[in-house]
């Protein structure tokens, strides 16, 4: 079993950063890579806006393991593929994510990682997975309407995790 996620999630907080509020972001009020929504949802709350600049670490890392880790099977996954997962899943919904390194191991695509798509996995390529994920991932990001205010920094995030998955092997 995978032991990466507090590697990962390390590396996640560096690119989810701080509170923000963009209006351009359907987001809205994000803090620590957690929308307002989610932390809402995942603590039965209905947290004000100066709540949400106040969250600590240690409030978001139960949502993305239980919300995301867990649920995109990341702790079953190579190391790397876990990495290109997870940090997919939290910035553009687990589905999503599942849903591409289903069709990059050819694993049928119903958007929730199980033993099907796990033996797939098994069976391809880690490197040749990254690789698929990463340029699907910027092709995704390039026909979203917001990608002239987020692109520049959505294909960042892109190629640093691309290249932190594959130097995880």
Known sequence: MNQNFDKCIDMLLVHEG???NHPDD??????LGITKKTYDDFYLTDVEE???KQIEKSHVIPIYRENYWLKCS??????????????WAVNSGPARA?????RAVGAFEDGSIGPKTLEAVK??????IIEQMANEREAFYRS????DTFGKGWLRRNDETMEQALNMG
Do not use: I, Y
Not at 98 to 102: E, F, N
Not at 123 to 128: E, G, P, T
């Open 18 to 20: 701080g509170f923000v």
């Open 26 to 31: 359907p987001g809205g009020m994000t803090n």
């Open 50 to 52: 100066w709540e949400m």
């Open 74 to 87: 990341c702790h079953e996954l190579p190391s790397g593929v876990d990495w290109m997962v997870f940090d």
């Open 98 to 102: 599942a849903k591409a390194l289903q």
């Open 123 to 128: 069976a391809s390529n880690r490197v040749d």
């Open 144 to 147: 979203l309407s917001t990608f």
